[in-house]
């Protein structure tokens, strides 16, 4: 038998009998003890009988006679009861009988409890540790993470940031060969920022770096190191790096790094010296006081603005990359990766696609043709067609349509009606420019009564007059309702063109220096985005507010005709598209029902016959 399992059995047999003698002790005392009145023992003291009194502060009074037996009775816990007794002879002691027997045995039952709990707490993690297992604190500070040898990815499974890979390929070349950089003296890089818009294939082109370099690959997010701990953040970064040069050449790619990395406030107290701690780690790991040779971090983020000074100086982070929005070509590249292994028809026309998918992010285009070759599937299509594409758009942009509309009442469907039929003529006449695909008054699980869809053309830059076209294209769906229905029945439904509108109007006068009487400054930096002191930049984005609101009333109201026109099409078809849009506003198509034979053949004449007399 095992010294651990003899220690077990000696440790449960102390335990048991150390509980045996104090339950004995106790039962004995218990059955020799006879309970008299107070009157009794009264009369046995003053006879000589009584020899001793246990006095104690609990309500029984315990004693033994002269012939040995032992009693209890009341204690009357008067002040003047143990004068008595001494009086009539009776011998007085503090405290009951065998207390301080009692007292030891339970002294030694909780010593033994205490005892045994700890050896059994020492055992288990001992058991633990020799099985490989580490004990729980050291969990806490180790990063569990699964080394990606293979990424399987690369350059060629990336499209649309070819600047972006352009500027790290050095990377990669100096991770496969790096004797040939080091005949020049030239240091790696030791870490690089992604940056930009969400969903532009920033953790995507950090596993292309370590798939064409053939190293491993070890991915992160920056909430994995922030702990309500202190110090098991700074741990877990040391940890990590420590994985790393136990690899040798290998890639770590923390996403979202701002969790981590975001400025320091100087205060240091809770959570905030725990961010500060991990930090610190971070820079100090990728200073060069440790050996890094072949460790490449990559970090993406979405707000760059925020990342502390000392993270982005050169020797850390060396270089920031943005990776923005793909132009017209990066998407149609996106396109055909995303297309390479879905069944697409004849007529499918990607290059008309991309121009159709202005700002939208690379995993938007992937949404858009996953949704695609579902609805494909749904209808038992061998081939996906350009409805699917179609339906796939408007859903990633707007939502599923709703398929039951009979609740929605018809003054709904009117105000909807003209609503977006304002959007769509204003973008019309103030930007035509912009592509308006599609006019729809049907409503999408999105929470949308109705949508329009306009298209502006690929730009590096914006102007301040096409800013201020936006403005008037996202006021214009309730300027529309004022006129038709009244000022006093105007609805909810332009509450989010309101929130564009504004966050537009501000950045016009805020970021961009183009107010007439703010001037030509950057108040966010001059007011470190404090509320305070900004009424002067309210005042002027009303005043622009309020002048772009009576331009595009004005216009409204001299197109007014066209309106009527855009709407009881939209309420004979529910939806119209960009090529009879156009044929209204030339004057090509006139009137609702005309307009919907025109755009719609073979459907229009029942549903124009549904509304009766015009809508005014």
Known sequence: ?????????????????????????????????????????????????????????????????????????????????????????????????????????????????????????????????????????????????????????????????????????????????????????????????????????????????????????????????????????????????????????????????????????????????????????????????????????????????????????????DRQVEIGLPDINGRLEILKIHSRNKPLSKDMDLKNLAHQTVFFSGAQLESLMNEAAIFAAKRGSKLIEKDDIDKAYYTVIAGAEKKDRSAISRLDREITAYHEAGHALVTKLVAPENRVTKVTIIPSTKGAGGFSVSLPPDRMYRSRIQMENSIKIALAGRIAEEIIFGKDNVTTGASNDIEKATQIVMALVKRFGMGDSTGMLNYDILFQNSVANQERIVEECRAFMDKYYRETSDLLVENKYLLDRIARTLLAEESIDEECLEGIVSGQVSGPAVAAEECLPGESGQKSLEFGSPII
């Open 1 to 317: 038998m095992s010294r651990k399992r003899i220690l077990i059995m000696l440790t449960v047999v102390f335990l048991v009998a150390a509980v045996a003698v104090g339950a004995y002790f106790y039962n004995q005392r218990a059955k020799n003890i006879d309970r008299i009145t107070y009157l009794d023992f009264s009369e046995k003291a003053e006879n000589g009988n009584v020899e001793v009194v246990y006095l104690s502060d609990s309500p029984s009074l315990e004693g033994e006679l002269t012939d040995g037996s032992r009693f209890i009775t009341e204690n009357p816990r008067s002040q003047d009861f143990k004068e008595s007794m001494l009086v009539l002879g009776v011998r007085v002691e503090e405290g009951q009988r065998n207390s301080a027997l009692m007292s030891a045995l339970r002294m030694v039952l909780v010593f033994g409890i205490i005892t045994f709990s700890v050896w059994g707490i020492s055992r288990l993690m001992n058991r633990e540790t020799s099985s490989g297992r580490k004990d729980p604190a050291d969990k806490l500070s180790t990063m569990h993470c699964e080394t990606v040898r293979d990424a399987g990815v690369g350059f060629d499974d990336v499209a649309g940031n070819d600047e972006a890979k352009e500027s790290i390929k050095d990377i990669v070349d100096f991770l496969k060969n790096p004797e040939k950089y080091a005949r020049m003296g030239a240091r790696m890089p030791s870490g690089v920022i992604f940056y930009g818009p969400p969903g532009t294939g920033k953790t995507l082109l950090a596993k292309a770096v370590a798939g064409e370099a053939g190293v491993p690959y070890f991915a992160f997010s920056g909430s994995d190191f922030v702990q309500v701990y202190v110090g098991v953040g700074a741990a877990r970064v040391r940890d990590v790096f420590k994985k790393a040069r136990d690899m040798g050449r290998c890639v770590i790619f923390f996403d979202e790094i701002d969790a981590l990395g975001k400025k320091r406030n100087g205060m240091a107290s809770g959570g905030n010296d725990e961010r500060n701690q991990t930090l610190n780690a971070l820079l100090t790991e990728m200073s060069g006081f440790n050996s890094n040779d072949g460790i490449v971090v990559i970090a993406a983020t979405n707000r760059l603005d925020v990342l502390d000074e000392a993270l982005l100086r050169p020797g850390r982070f």
